[in-house]
């Protein structure tokens, strides 16, 4: 009896136990979900001033791409403003703020647009990049061709976005403007090519227009091998999360450590991307980057839509691109639609403050002026409805030296304020620099050494171009004294007498170089400065400052054309020309001018072996050699610059 009760209370006890376990295990009413987060989250933006859509737009192709489209509240019948860019659009509007002006922030050229009147701002993923579909090719060439022998390319995307957004954007008033800066600029200048009748107006600035003859890639045939990181972050993968490493402070002595290019990107592994590898099978300046060349493919289309070329006049990136296709499509220009601007800025400080660029200081902020008197104007002209008259000139430049704002009718000058005649300025011997020939005399010559293993550095090192103050050097390298280049013994400086009269250059200066080497290859730099005089009376660290108006570099093997490399006959005089980079400056009395030449500019570009070899990528180190260089400064052998000098009528 004893044991059959306690048996019932053990099993009473048990049964007490697993029901208690049972009902832990069983949720309840208020405790079915343990998930505080719930299965999708509807901000509450009704008090916002603008709208955030996205959304993923379909290509002729199927390939969809991610696209952020912002809209002032209450907007209607509103233009619309794209950018298509590999830059991550998401990360460009991404800024949590209930207002359109902190959203937007004080990057964008466009602000006032958007903020004071009522512009749809809209920006897109380029494929293959970010949360955009399909594949990535950088600065794709043309469809249809041999490089690029599929149905679509940014031209096709721009087409196929642009009708999407009049069909499914109801606030908008079905008129479209396409602008960027840099490689937004070259997917604006893409929109070109068969544009949509929805399309009425481009602004590309500072546009990558021909990456080898004198913008990101090569200059002439150097490689500006300070590029290869963007390659890495570029494509390495499709968010640009891998980023540039480096063991060295100093970004010369990173150079120096190698002698190759191809030896630094295997380093990096770099022969894993795709754009490394067409670079370095096309070292010379053939059908692959001829075919591609926006100047080039634009000169075959007529102008059918509102364009303004935007130019930096220190454009330490895309130095080449404006003037160029301003060049090739204004002879075009039947009925006025052909724009030219050209500011004193450094790469994309069109969108930034413009009243100065290190010690070069403007006396105003040149970028506000562009934005407010000419962005605008153009931009409400050709795309609201009420069409707004814009009082623009033909060309509106930016005259260095004087510091104004000039309105023109052509670019180089050829009305009524003046013309431009070209005077040869020429490097005369001890030094010397005039606009007159020297006649001939022993030795008729100056020489110099340049040493591959010591070349001259393009800033004073130490070069470290990473963090705020590294980046303020690479904008600003354009501008900075070049009195440290003068004193080396690699660097051939000539320099005229003092000013008593104003001296005004505009257009492309033209290099005409009679030189010899003991090498059979060599690169020479061509810098024309401004030399402040001696004392600056308010500034006095401006006292001699030798500011750089146009400087480049060219590849001595492509003496004979650029898609003809040949090696340079050892210890013959031969005729180098190419040109410099567009000017627009006066030099003042009191002013002398000064040319140097010199053959490296590292850690910029990279190294000429000075021994011909069929690729400079792939040069061993025993091809890198010394070579005495003579640069000729009298009579037939003379040496000269071609400067597009204004006179007045």
Not at 3 to 10: K, Q
Not at 131 to 142: A, F, I, Q
Not at 212 to 227: I, P, V
Request: net charge negative; glycine share 6%; hydrophobic share 35%.
């Amino acid at each position: 009896m004893q044991r059959s009760y306690r048996f019932v209370r053990i099993c009473v006890v048990l049964a007490s136990a697993v029901a208690t376990f049972a009902l832990a295990g069983e949720p309840t009413q208020d405790s079915k979900s343990v998930n505080e987060i719930p299965p999708s989250f509807t901000p509450k933006t009704e008090s916002f001033d603008y709208v955030r859509r996205t959304a993923m737009i379909p290509m002729r192709d199927g390939v969809k791409l991610y696209t952020v489209i912002v809209i002032p509240r209450g907007a209607k019948h509103a233009p619309i403003l794209l950018s298509r860019t590999p830059y991550d659009a998401a990360e460009k509007v991404k800024t949590p703020s209930a207002h359109l002006a902190t959203v937007l922030g004080d990057s964008e050229v466009v602000d006032d647009l958007v903020l004071k009147e009522g512009y749809i701002r809209v920006i897109q993923d380029v494929r293959g990049k970010h949360h955009s579909e399909g594949d990535y090719l950088m600065n794709p060439p043309p469809h249809g061709t041999e490089f690029n022998p599929t149905n679509v390319d940014d031209s096709t995307d721009a087409y196929d976005t642009i009708d999407w957004l009049v069909r499914n954007v109801p606030e908008s008033n079905g008129k479209v403007g396409i602008l960027g800066i840099s490689y937004d600029g070259f997917t604006s200048l893409a929109a070109l090519i068969h544009p949509h009748p929805a399309l009425r107006a481009a602004m590309p600035i500072n546009p990558m227009v021909d990456g080898w003859m004198g913008d990101d890639w090569f200059h002439q045939g150097a490689l500006r091998q300070l590029g290869i990181p963007y390659f890495l972050v570029q494509e390495a993968d499709r968010d640009s999360s891998q980023k540039w490493w480096s063991d060295h402070f100093d970004d010369y002595e990173s150079w120096l450590s190698v002698w190759s290019v191809d030896e630094m990107a295997q380093r990096y592994g770099l022969d894993q991307v795709g754009f490394y590898r067409k670079i370095k099978e096309h070292p010379a300046y053939d059908s692959f980057w001829q075919s591609q060349a926006m100047d080039k493919v634009l000169a075959k289309e007529p102008v059918s839509v509102p364009v303004m070329l935007v130019h930096s006049l220190w454009d330490q990136e895309d130095i080449y691109g404006a003037v160029h296709v301003y060049a090739a499509i204004k002879p075009k220009d039947t009925d006025h639609k052909v724009f030219l601007v050209l500011g004193p800025w450094f790469h994309h400080q069109a969108r930034l403050n413009g009243s100065a660029i290190g010690a070069i200081e403007f006396g105003s902020d040149t970028a506000a002026y562009f934005r407010e008197n000419i962005v605008r104007p153009f931009f409400d002209h050709f795309l609201k409805d009420d069409a707004p008259p814009a009082d623009l000139a033909a060309v509106t430049a930016f005259e260095t030296g004087t510091n104004r704002w000039e309105r023109l009718s052509t670019w180089p000058e050829t009305g009524e304020d003046g013309k431009t005649d070209p005077a040869s300025l020429f490097l005369q011997p001890n030094g010397r620099l005039g606009f007159n020939q020297a006649p001939a005399s022993e030795p008729g010559f100056d020489e110099y050494v340049s040493d591959p293993a010591k070349p001259v550095p393009f800033l004073p090192r130490p070069i470290h171009l990473e963090g705020e103050e590294g980046y303020h050097d690479w904008q600003t390298w354009l501008v900075r004294d070049q009195r440290e280049a003068s004193g080396r013994t690699d660097v051939l400086t000539y320099t005229s007498d003092v000013l008593t009269a104003p001296l005004k250059i505009s257009g492309i200066p033209t290099v005409s170089l009679t030189a010899s080497t003991t090498g059979t290859d060599g690169d020479f730099v061509v810098k024309l400065i401004d030399v402040y005089p001696e004392e600056a009376g308010r500034d006095p660290k401006m006292g001699g400052y030798q500011l750089m108006i146009s400087g480049d570099i060219f590849r001595g093997r492509y003496y004979q054309g650029f898609d003809n490399p040949n090696p340079i006959p050892a210890n013959e005089k031969v005729r180098f020309r190419f040109n410099l980079p567009t000017t627009n400056h006066v030099f003042l009395p009191g002013h002398r001018l000064m040319i140097q030449v010199q053959s490296s500019w590292f850690p910029l570009y990279d190294r000429n072996p000075q021994t011909y070899v069929d690729n400079i990528f792939l040069a061993k180190p025993t091809d890198f050699k010394k070579a005495t260089i003579k640069v000729f400064n009298s009579g037939e052998s003379d040496s000269f610059v071609e400067l597009p000098v204004v006179t007045h009528q």
